[in-house]
T-cell receptor
Framework: GENVEQHPSTLSVQEGDSAVIKCTYS??????FPWYKQELGKRPQLIID?????GEKKDQRIAVTLNKTAKHFSLHITETQPEDSAVYFC????????????FGRGTSLIVHP | AAGVIQSPRHLIKEKRETATLKCYPI?????VYWYQQGPGQDPQFLIS???????DKGSIPDRFSAQQFSDYHSELNMSSLELGDSALYFC??????????????FGSGTQLSVL
């Protein structure tokens, strides 16, 4: 099955700095990689995703990059704000069929004002 | 837009009691997933249903069972509760039809505390 590793487990930055969270996956058949943001006690919310036919995707201050050869993908947050503080989970899965997303262990991002 | 509805939001039970968690997926979504998330942990997949049939099974204990009904809502039944079952239980839904069939939308979760 799929195995997703996520690093770092905790990331502390100053407001305005950039933050990068990295994930690796093991199943070369995985072709869909979502990122979820989870605030304390709340639901995971999809913030951005990328498919394997794309190398990079950007949405305002958030971007995701994918290196299929190396089987790793990263979340980049620029100009961080205190409200970005949350736990971020990466996941990997295959499109179609009954494939269950495999989640990384999560990264707790703390943005200091 | 309608979201995934879970009830109850909080549940307190004693050891060895039973609990039933309910999930109402987004309208026209045909797939429901159940996840268990312990404190500081990533969501662990328990079980999923597609078109009212069990689709995949993860780390769901034998003491737990689940089903999806004709209106697509799902219930997770938990018996002989143990202290270790205390966790946040999320339901998520997706639609296998269409091009974005991998996107999971999560409910707000049920916080289960077993005393």
């Amino acid at each position: 099955g799929e195995n997703v590793e996520q690093h770092p487990s905790t990331l502390s930055v100053q407001e305005g700095d950039s933050a990068v969270i990295k994930c690796t996956y093991s199943d070369s058949a995985s072709n869909y990689f979502p990122w979820y943001k989870q605030e304390l006690g709340k639901r995971p919310q999809l913030i951005i995703d990328i498919r394997s036919n794309v190398g990079e995707k950007k949405d305002q201050r958030i971007a995701v990059t994918l290196n299929k050869t190396a089987k790793h993908f990263s979340l980049h947050i620029t100009e961080t704000q205190p409200e970005d503080s949350a736990v971020y989970f990466c996941a990997a899965t295959r499109s179609g069929g009954s494939y269950i997303p495999t989640f990384g262990r999560g990264t707790s991002l703390i943005v200091h004002p | 837009a309608a979201g995934v509805i879970q009830s109850p939001r909080h549940l307190i039970k004693e050891k060895r009691e039973t609990a039933t968690l309910k999930c109402y997926p987004i309208p026209r979504h045909d797939t429901v997933y159940w996840y268990q998330q312990g404190p500081g942990q990533d969501p662990q997949f328990l079980i999923s249903f597609y078109e009212k049939m069990q689709s995949d099974k993860g780390s769901i204990p034998d003491r737990f069972s689940a089903q999806q009904f004709s209106d697509y809502h799902s219930e997770l039944n938990m018996s002989s509760l143990e202290l270790g079952d205390s966790a946040l239980y999320f339901c998520a839904s997706s639609s296998k039809r269409g091009s974005a069939n991998e996107k999971l939308f999560f409910g707000s979760g049920t916080q289960l505390s077993v005393l």
